[in-house]
């Protein structure tokens, strides 16, 4: 044996304690079950390449990447224990596959408070995977060590000259199965003998272990990191462990975490793969979510598009709305306080609580372009950014006809074109251009979803990093702008048009109408498709007398809820009715809905004639909302930042009248203990796919 001396060495990855693999806190790793190697325990948050080759993976959550060295030693660099469950967020490599690295370059950076705020381990691992292959051994020293440090002396003996090159990680456990399977004294034992459409490979290997633990059904979702396919089971009990662990292809199975884990090593992105086409859909649906059909008919592909749209829409906008509420009744508070003269609408403290209610509302594009890029799988980064196009100062100044240097270009019946591009009339839309904006940026997100792929596989890796984001940037601001954008605002704004001229018409009876259906929406989900248009009419109207409405029904819904808290003997209902009332007077009627009012037949009923009679009153009164958040939590939202005028007191008024209405009608006819007997069980209505698309 003669000890090898790779490009540079192996050198510490971070700084920190050497830590012997053995001692490390995980049992796969522990065990050497992935192979040998040594571990930092880091104090300070730069990477470097361990070591001198090739990157022959990175993962998606950038919490590991492997090398290869000339020498064919292949290298895993695993930064924290079950860090692929922070999806990247502590994680910044700036290395892509097929790069080229020296030994102590910097990589990136592994933001260590942020790892262990998050309760995980910063221990990182240093694995040589296919050391055992090569018969050889490592020494590893314990204690501290400084960044790039030598940090292991490898003992591998020379290789034969005749011998094959080391398999690729991709293929490595495809050939360890081919050698098992030509010497049966040391094959393992595989779980079927036959497989649906002659199944082989990693398909094969993903049928056994989908029917190792308990089959499709049995799965609630999979993920996986680096080296595990992470299931999420109904039943643990179903899976039969010894079977699993002795398929061809899996080291090992660990359970942890609330997860059945099942280590396959460097091929764990094919077998992933593998076991979501055995199981259908992308493998992370909601368990409660079950598998919508495919349309046969015209109506039913039109239903099923409709309902796939408020899908996309509630991923979109779900993680911001606690942000627009927030912004809502911050801009309330601010009309409050310049209302009682606490503070000048001219002074800088107005024009800096006013950035902090307001910039929410003006950046949704890039907000919204996050979210909905993560909703389809596209990259969020890049299509924020294209979302900072469609709001930067200067296409907002083309906008603005008040702007120095504004132009009108052509125009086209009422479409004004005010801007070109390469000669190309462009029409943005009057006043600011994209800021406020939804619509356009969730389709600039799908266009992204299926740009990106194109471009991943034509760009050569070596110059994707730059110019996969240059091109799609471009590409999808240019088409936005010049084509789907105004066609866009053009029907957006036309539905909101067409909903404000309902109200124009008779307010007081669209009141009424909306304020006793409006809830029916909440039950199958299409509350998502008005939501937008809310948020859309405060952003660039200041007020929504839409919204007004709603509110009043939340009020109605937590009445009901009320009602039932007093009336009951049932402890175990008052438990339920006391928080469902409040936070349906916080503007959430969920709880009331599902938990209360809808098990209870009538209760739900009575509740909407108060939404009705709120709706009514609200109309009534010429009521307008200046904030996105209702209920009684949402007062501030009924101040006019010109002062308190009729729709602050009209919103207390509609409000109580929806309370009273409810609340009586509910504890004198809506409800029973009697009820109890006849309880049903409710559960939300989910038209149409729930899951990321794009995935």
């Known amino acids: 044996m003669s000890q090898t001396e790779l490009s540079g060495g192996i050198v510490a990855p971070l700084a920190g304690t050497m830590v012997a693999i053995t001692d490390v806190p995980d049992p796969m790793f522990a065990s050497k079950a992935m192979g040998d190697g040594f571990a930092v325990a880091p104090n300070a948050d730069d990477v470097v390449a361990p070591c001198s080759g090739t990157v022959i993976m990175v993962a998606k959550t950038a919490h590991a990447f492997g090398i290869r060295t000339d020498d064919g030693l292949e290298v895993l660099v ?386 994707r990093m730059i110019f996969a984001p240059l091109l799609e940037v471009f590409i999808i601001s240019t088409v936005m702008l010049v084509v789907f954008g105004p066609i866009i605002m053009t029907i957006s704004g036309g539905i909101a048009n067409g909903i404000n001229g309902v109200l124009e018409v008779n307010y007081a009876i669209a009141g009424l109408i909306i304020g006793a259906l409006y809830q029916c929406l909440v039950i199958f989900g299409l509350h998502w498709a008005v939501i937008p248009l809310v948020a859309s009419q405060i952003a660039i109207d200041g007020s929504s007398p839409l919204n007004a409405i709603i509110s009043a029904t939340m009020v109605a819904q937590g009445g009901g809820a009320l009602a039932i808290w007093i009336r009951t003997r049932s402890q175990k209902i008052k438990t339920l009715a006391g928080p469902a009332t409040i936070s349906a007077f916080c503007g959430i009627t969920e709880p009331a809905m599902y938990g209360l009012n809808l098990k209870y037949g009538r209760v739900f009923i009575t509740a909407s004639a108060g939404g009705a009679v709120g709706g009514f009153l609200t109309g009534l009164m010429d009521v307008n909302m200046y904030g996105f958040t209702g209920a009684f939590v949402g007062f501030p939202s009924f101040v006019n930042p010109a002062g308190l005028d009729h729709s602050f007191f009209g919103f207390l008024i509609a409000s109580t009248a929806a309370l009273v209405v409810s609340f009586t009608l509910t504890y004198f006819f809506g409800y029973s203990d009697n009820d109890l007997e006849t309880e049903r069980a409710v559960k939300k209505v989910r038209l149409g796919k729930r899951e990321p698309a794009g995935v």
């Open 78 to 463: 695993h930064m924290g224990i079950d860090t692929v469950e922070l999806e990247g967020a502590p994680f910044a490599m700036h290395v892509d596959v097929d790069d080229r690295v020296e030994a102590g370059q910097p990589l990136g950076r592994m933001d260590l408070a942020a790892v262990e705020a998050a309760g995980k381990s910063t221990m990182t691992m240093v694995i040589f995977l296919n050391l055992a292959q090569k018969k050889g051994s490592v020494e590893a020293a314990t204690g501290p060590i400084g960044l790039g440090e030598r940090a292991a002396t490898l003992d591998i003996p020379e290789q034969d000259a005749d011998a094959p090159a080391a398999a690729p990680a991709a293929t490595a456990t495809t050939e360890a199965s081919a050698q098992s399977a030509a010497s049966p004294a040391t094959a393992k034992t595989a779980v079927a003998t036959g497989h649906p459409s002659g199944a082989t490979g990693f398909d094969a290997l993903a049928y056994d272990i989908v029917e190792g633990i308990g089959g499709k059904d049995n799965i609630r979702n999979v993920v996986h990191c680096i080296t595990r396919v992470r299931f999420t089971l109904k039943d643990t009990e179903a899976a039969n462990d010894d079977l699993v662990k002795n398929l061809d292809g899996v080291i090992d199975v660990i359970k942890a975490g609330g997860q059945y884990q099942v280590v396959i090593g460097p091929a764990v992105e094919d077998v992933y793969d593998a076991v979501v086409r055995v199981i259908g859909g992308t493998g992370e649906a909601s368990p409660d979510d079950e598998p919508a059909e495919r349309p046969t008919t015209i109506v039913g592909w039109f239903q099923f598009g409709f309902s796939s749209l408020i899908g996309v829409i509630t991923g979109s906008m779900i993680p911001v709305i606690g942000l627009l509420a927030a912004s809502g009744i911050l801009k309330g508070i601010l009309a409050l306080l310049t209302q009682f003269g606490v503070v000048e609408s001219d002074s800088s403290t107005y024009a800096l609580i006013d950035a902090m209610s307001s910039s929410m509302f003006y950046f949704l594009p890039i907000i919204i372009g996050f979210t909905a890029a993560r909703r389809f799988g596209s990259d969020p980064i890049i299509v924020a950014i294209i979302g900072g196009v469609l709001v930067f100062p200067s296409v907002v100044s083309m906008s603005d006809p008040a702007a120095d240097g504004y132009t009108v270009v052509s125009q086209l019946g009422n479409t004004i074109f005010n801007a070109d591009f390469f000669g190309i009339p462009v029409a943005l839309p009057q006043g600011n251009a994209y800021a406020y904006s939804i619509f356009p940026i969730i389709v600039a997100a799908y266009l992204a979803s299926l740009l990106e792929p194109q471009l991943k596989k034509y760009i050569p890796a070596v110059v």
